[in-house]
């Protein structure tokens, strides 16, 4: 009886998932968790731009339906008996006269209301997923709250370098999350955070599975097509101890299809921690959510330009009190001026017993301008270290090239000493 109730109310298949206990991907999850941003509820990846769990996404991997009516909380109900009884009928009412005590307030949490189906059963879920990624970025929780396995889920179908080596159902697998269990990984080499870290920093456009619940939206399950509206729309999900919003006109691609990223118009005030809705008519037209796009920029904005100034340059904070001295483009991360350090090298010599010793190399008073290619007024920091590495490896070919001339020129002398005795 108690099955038949949960599977009224569209909670069976995310049941269905839970009793798989895979050990997490941890390092994942925290190189997840340091791409996000609580006041947009977006990942920040620097080539890409943002990217996010849409309403659609969760209810692909979980089974659950986010949207519909609101929920009319009763905080209370766990306390009356009488109404878990009718609810779950009399096993329950069995269990609670007994000695054995129930969690029957989290039994009764999906049945508030007396049509649960017709409501938003799902969205203090997903609120609840939301807001523990808030709280895990911030550093507030050292670990991930609600269904954090959607993350990983949400990460092997969207973003290819980090899926698993291939997954253990079909496309057709729903939810989707059943797909990935037992899918063997392919990371037993690089199972740590950094990795993870540079493949971020690094992720392509070309590189994201955009479409990953296909392009025809009729051939979802049901539950998911319910939740396609939600997802093309900036909505704030409310659950019984808070809200959270999502906004779809900051990934454009996934909630609206775009063939390439969107600038989206500045979140709303309501995001802040000290701005709280409280008149109900404001709630109760955010919870049914606005059109993401209205709230998109001019097409005539740059998405690039965005990107550099508020995706890829907040990362960088540390770097942004830097003044410099002249005209840099939007998003350049410049340092202070660094003094070069000294450039040693060593070179063979013979009254050494290592038969080397380590010279620095004074500064020349007559030097050749070497100009940097046409257009080119800065190098990253992955081509300065690639510089660094030519210069090491010019250092080890001129010290083996004067190793074998001194060879040679011993040679010669030994030669001509003994030519001559």
Not at 171 to 196: C, I, M, Y
Not at 214 to 242: C, M, W
Request: proline share 7%; net charge neutral; hydrophobic share 35%.
């Amino acid at each position: 009886m108690v099955k038949a109730k949960v599977q009224e109310a569209g909670f069976l298949p995310f049941l269905s998932i839970l009793g798989h206990g895979k050990k997490g991907d941890r390092p994942l999850l925290v190189a997840l968790a340091e791409r996000w941003w609580d006041t947009t509820h977006t990942f920040h990846f620097d080539e890409v731009g943002e990217m996010t769990m849409t309403p659609t996404d969760f209810s692909a991997i979980t089974g659950l339906r986010v949207g519909g009516k609101r929920l009319q909380y009763d905080m209370e109900m766990y306390k009356n008996k009488n109404k878990v009884v009718k609810l779950f009928g009399k096993p329950i009412a069995d269990l609670l006269a007994g000695e054995r005590r129930v969690p029957y307030d989290s039994l009764c949490t999906p049945y508030w209301n007396k049509h649960p189906k017709d409501d938003k059963e799902a969205d203090q879920i997903a609120r609840a997923f939301i807001l523990s990624m808030d709280s895990c970025s911030r550093g507030r929780s050292a670990s991930m709250g609600g269904y954090w396995r959607a993350w990983e889920v949400w990460a092997c179908e969207y973003l290819k370098p980090f899926a698993l080596s291939s997954p253990s159902g079909s496309v057709n697998t729903w939810p989707r999350t059943l797909r990935w269990v037992g899918a063997k990984s392919k990371r037993d080499l690089q199972h740590h955070l950094e990795p993870f870290r540079v493949m971020m920093r690094h992720l392509t456009t070309d590189q994201v599975n955009w479409n990953p619940w296909g392009t025809n939206d009729s051939e979802l399950p049901e539950e998911v097509q319910k939740t396609v509206p939600a997802t093309r729309k900036r909505i704030l999900l409310e659950g019984p101890a808070g809200s959270a919003w999502f906004l779809g006109e900051r990934v454009t691609m996934q909630s609206l299809g775009t063939p390439s990223p969107q600038v989206p118009k500045i979140p709303p005030r309501t995001m802040l921690a000290d701005y709280k809705l409280t008149n109900e008519s404001e709630v109760e037209e955010a919870v049914n959510g606005y059109p993401a796009s209205e709230w998109v920029a001019p097409r005539s904005s740059d998405y690039a330009d965005y990107r550099d100034e508020y995706i890829r340059y907040r990362h960088y904070d540390d770097l942004r009190d830097a003044e410099p001295q002249h005209s840099t483009p939007a998003g350049a991360n410049v340092l202070p001026r660094i003094s070069p350090q000294p450039w040693l090298v060593r070179i063979p010599c013979w009254a050494n017993q290592n038969g080397s010793k380590v010279v620095q190399i004074p500064r020349g008073q007559d030097c050749c301008v070497i100009p940097l290619p046409d257009g080119v007024t800065y190098v990253t920091a992955e081509a300065a270290t690639e510089l660094m590495e030519l210069n090491a490896g010019l250092n080890a070919v001129l010290f083996s090239t004067a190793l074998e001339a001194s060879i040679e020129i011993r040679r010669l002398r030994e030669e001509n000493v003994s030519h001559f005795s």
